[in-house]
C-alpha cells in the first residue's frame, strides 16, 4: 500500500478525478469497500476489487477505472505510479415505494442512492530526486575549493622576509642569556661521570651475587650425598631390628605351637581305658541260692 507516500507539488493540477451519480445502492454498503481501497495504488485497488466478495465493488472498479484513464489520457500521467488519494461516497435522493399490507396498510420502503467519487494522484517519481543530489555535490566542491587553495596562498607569505626578524631575535639577546646557556650546556658534561660512579657499584654488586649464589648451589650439591649416605645409614638399623623382632615371634610362634602339641600328646596317653563290666545272669543267680 502506498499511504502516506510522497507527492509532486503542486499535485491539485495533477489529480484525476471521477464519479458515478446516482448509484442504487446504499451508501452505508458502498462506504465499506471505498475504505478498503483509500490509499492504495490504483493497480492494486482494482485487483482487490476484482476479487472483493461485497455488490458494491463492481460499481467503485468501475469509478477508479474510470479516475486512471482520466489521469493518463486527459494528464498524460504513468498508470503505474497513480496513488488512491480521495475517495467517498455521498448520499443521493431516496426513491420511495410502498408495499401493501393487511386492512388497506402500506409500508414504505426507501430505496437509497449513492455518489460515489474517486480521486488519483501521481506519486513522486525517484528520478528528480536522484538530480537533486548533483548540485549538493556541486555545493560540497565549491565549497572544498577554497579552502584548498588557502595553504597556496601562505606559501609566499612564510617565504618573505618574516623569517629575517625571526634569526635577528636571537642575535639581540643579552651576554647573560648566552651564560645560562652556556651553563646549561656544560650541566650534562658534569652528569656524565655521576652516572658512570653508579653504575659500577651495581655491576660489581650484580657480580658478587652471582658468585654467591654459585658457591651456595655448589655447597647445596657437596652437601646432597652426605644426607642421602645418612637417611641410608640410619634405614639400615631400622630394617635390621625389624628383622630381629619378625625372628623373635617366628620363634615364639613355634615353640607354643610345640608346646601345645606336647600337651595334647600327653592328655591322650594318660586317659584310662574303660575295663568291661561283666555280665551276670539272674537266673544262674536265682538257681544257684535254691
Known amino acids: 500500500m502506498a499511504k502516506g507516500s510522497p507527492t509532486i507539488a503542486g499535485a491539485e493540477d495533477l489529480r484525476a478525478r471521477a464519479s458515478a451519480r446516482y448509484v442504487r445502492l446504499a451508501p452505508r454498503k458502498v462506504r465499506r469497500v471505498v475504505d478498503?481501497?483509500?490509499?492504495?495504488?490504483?493497480?492494486?485497488?482494482?485487483?482487490?476489487?476484482?476479487?472483493?466478495?461485497?455488490?458494491?465493488s463492481e460499481q467503485v472498479a468501475k469509478v477508479l477505472a474510470s479516475a486512471v484513464a482520466n489521469?493518463?489520457?486527459n494528464l498524460q500521467l504513468d498508470p503505474e505510479s497513480l496513488i488512491v488519494a480521495v475517495a467517498y461516497v455521498d448520499e443521493g435522493p431516496g426513491i420511495t415505494r410502498f408495499r401493501p399490507r393487511a386492512q388497506g396498510r402500506a409500508f414504505r420502503i426507501n430505496k437509497r442512492t449513492s455518489h460515489i467519487t474517486i480521486e488519483v494522484e501521481a506519486v513522486l517519481?525517484?528520478?528528480p530526486a536522484r538530480k537533486a543530489a548533483g548540485p549538493a555535490k556541486k555545493a560540497a566542491a565549491a565549497k572544498a575549493g577554497p579552502a584548498k587553495a588557502g595553504p597556496a596562498k601562505a606559501g609566499p607569505a612564510k617565504a618573505g622576509p618574516a623569517k629575517a626578524p625571526a634569526e635577528k631575535a636571537p642575535a639581540k639577546d643579552s651576554p647573560a642569556k648566552a651564560g645560562t646557556a652556556t651553563t646549561s650546556e656544560a650541566a650534562p658534561e658534569t652528569a656524565e661521570p655521576e652516572e658512570v660512579t653508579e653504575t659500577v657499584p651495581?655491576?660489581?654488586?650484580?657480580t658478587e651475587a652471582a658468585a654467591a649464589e654459585a658457591a651456595a648451589a655448589e655447597a647445596a650439591a657437596e652437601?646432597?650425598?652426605?644426607?642421602?649416605?645418612?637417611?641410608?645409614?640410619?634405614?639400615?638399623p631400622t630394617e635390621t631390628a625389624a628383622a630381629e623382632t619378625a625372628a623373635a615371634e617366628t620363634a615364639a610362634a613355634e615353640a607354643a605351637a610345640t608346646e601345645?602339641?606336647?600337651?595334647?600328646?600327653?592328655?591322650?596317653?594318660?586317659?584310662p581305658v574303660a575295663e568291661p563290666t561283666p555280665v551276670t545272669d539272674e537266673t544262674d543267680t536265682e538257681e544257684g541260692t535254691r
Open 36 to 56: 478498503l481501497i483509500r490509499g492504495m495504488e490504483a493497480q492494486e485497488a482494482l485487483s482487490v476489487l476484482q476479487f472483493a466478495p461485497q455488490a458494491a
Open 71 to 73: 489521469a493518463e489520457h
Open 125 to 127: 517519481p525517484v528520478a
Open 202 to 206: 651495581t655491576e660489581a654488586a650484580a
Open 223 to 236: 652437601t646432597a650425598p652426605t644426607d642421602t649416605e645418612a637417611a641410608a645409614a640410619e634405614a639400615a
Open 260 to 271: 601345645a602339641a606336647a600337651t595334647e600328646a600327653a592328655a591322650t596317653d594318660e586317659t
